[in-house]
Each structure stands twice: as structure tokens, then as C-alpha cells.
């Protein structure tokens, strides 16, 4: 069993920046991929970027692409996802999510989920 907890969330003016934190209490989470995902009010939560287990693979989302950028520092155990020009369609509750099957971009395919840190973006 893997624990997430993610970090780093806030208020943030837009055309700010933030850098989220995704810690894990395992040592396995050095050996698989993790994903960040995103779900704002009224909406279903949907794929922001997935980084490899060694962090030379990473996709994100076309409407984060140049934007965001997603790593990782095995040793320390921990996933961020830099966040910078944001704007209001950013405001979401973010989440990070652990060991993947199939396609990485789907919330499906995830087994571990933290709890969630909110990102609102004011314009």
C-alpha cells in the first residue's frame, strides 16, 4: 500500500506560479510511475501529466503543455508538478496518483490516490 499526500496548494493570483508536492511514505514509489490529475467543481477529473519511475519519461496535457512540468526526486520520494502561468481554468482540487496500468491518462488506470491539495487561481 502506497500513501500519497500531496502539498503546495493555495491562492494565487493569476499569471502566478506554484509548485505542487506529492510525497510518498513507501519505498516502492521510486520503482513506478506517477501521475497528476485535477477535478474542478461540476467536472470529472481529468489527466494534467504522469511522470516514468525514473523520470525520463513524462506526457502532459495539451492545455498545461508549456505550462506545467512534472518531476521527481526518487530519494527524497517525492513527485512535483510546477505550475506556472496559471489562469482561472487551473482552479481544481489537484491530486497525485501512483501505479498505473494501461494507458497512464486515465484515473482508472491508477491504484493509489492521496487526498487532494486546492489550487484556486484569481483573476
Known amino acids: 500500500q502506497v500513501q500519497l499526500v500531496e502539498s503546495g496548494g493555495g491562492l494565487v493570483q493569476a499569471g502566478g506560479s506554484l509548485r505542487l508536492s506529492c510525497a510518498a511514505s513507501d519505498g516502492t514509489f521510486s520503482s513506478i510511475p506517477v501521475g497528476w490529475f485535477r477535478q474542478a467543481p461540476g467536472k470529472e477529473r481529468e489527466f494534467v501529466a504522469v511522470i516514468s519511475w525514473s523520470g525520463s519519461t513524462t506526457f502532459h496535457a495539451d492545455s498545461v503543455k508549456d505550462r506545467f512540468t512534472i518531476s521527481r526526486d526518487n530519494a527524497k520520494k517525492t513527485v512535483y508538478l510546477q505550475m506556472n502561468s496559471l489562469n482561472s481554468e487551473d482552479t481544481a482540487v489537484y491530486y497525485c496518483?501512483?501505479?498505473?496500468?494501461?494507458?497512464?491518462?486515465?484515473?482508472?488506470?491508477?491504484?493509489?490516490w492521496g487526498q487532494g491539495t486546492q489550487v484556486t487561481v484569481s483573476s
Open positions: 496518483a501512483a501505479a498505473p496500468d494501461g494507458s497512464w491518462k486515465e484515473p482508472s488506470d491508477y491504484r493509489f
